[in-house]
């Protein structure tokens, strides 16, 4: 069935370091993915999505890449704020409102 | 602001005993609510879809008769754990949309964390 793995947190960065959460997929047909994230004491909210292999989402600063040929969806962000700390959440859905989930990670960013 | 309301945030019971958990849309109208379970380092695993006016779909492995799902507005669900054990013990979680279509963004609740002793 449809999975995602996504890299095991909690991932702690300087202020303006390179952000990197690692995302893989398995799934049959053409899902589209997703990044979500959470802030502290706040509900789940999109971040960004790709519909189809090479699209690229974006989205305050993050992106990242549908790859199908690596069955990959990594976040990626130049230079992270504190305001970044929160939890990401990598999914797919086969073109449903079911979403599949990763397990999420934690980052966590200091001045 | 929040668009979908889901109360209570956390609930600690008895073992035995059964907890609502309610879901609200604040400026829409939802035919459709998602209820998610994730136990901790855990995925969000999809539980059941409820359908305004009709039964709700659970996923394989849900049991329809402990997790009781009601959907009897176009603002508010309410998912019931029945009879709960600690094993019931997790985060769950409301997901909703306004309208149709892949370009309607799903909103979540903040969750509700509750702990059977």
């Known amino acids: 069935g449809n999975s995602v793995t996504q890299m095991e947190g909690p991932v702690t960065l300087s202020e303006e370091a390179f952000l990197t959460i690692n995302c893989t997929y398995t799934?049959?047909?053409?899902?589209?993915l997703f990044w979500y994230v959470q802030y502290p004491g706040e509900g789940l909210q999109l971040l960004l999505k790709?519909?189809?292999?090479?699209d690229k989402g974006s989205n305050k600063g993050f992106e990242a890449t549908y790859r199908k040929e690596t069955t990959s969806f990594h976040l990626e962000k130049g230079s992270v704020q504190v305001s970044d700390s929160a939890v990401y959440f990598c999914?797919?859905?086969?073109?449903?409102?079911?979403?599949?989930f990763g397990t999420g990670t934690r980052l966590q960013v200091f001045p | 602001g929040a668009v979908v309301s889901q109360h209570p945030s956390w609930v600690i019971c008895k073992s035995g005993t059964s907890v609502k958990i309610e879901c609200r849309s604040l400026?829409?109208?939802?035919?459709?609510m998602f209820w998610y379970r994730q136990f901790p380092k855990q995925s969000l695993m999809l539980m059941a879809t409820?359908?305004?006016?009709?039964?709700?779909?659970?996923e394989q492995g849900v049991e329809k008769d402990k997790f009781l799902i009601n959907h009897a507005s176009l603002t508010l669900s309410t998912l019931t754990v029945t009879s709960a054990h600690p094993e019931d013990s997790s985060f769950y979680i409301c997901?909703?949309?306004?309208?149709?279509?892949?370009?309607?963004?799903?909103?979540f609740g903040n969750g509700t964390r509750l702990t059977v002793t």
């Open positions: 400026d829409f109208q939802a035919t459709t």
């Open positions: 799934a049959t047909g053409y899902p589209s």
């Open positions: 409820s359908n305004e006016g009709s039964k709700a779909t659970y």
């Open positions: 997901s909703t949309k306004p309208g149709q279509g892949e370009y309607s963004p799903l909103h």
């Open positions: 790709a519909t189809k292999a090479d």
């Open positions: 999914a797919l859905s086969d073109n449903t409102d079911k979403l599949i």
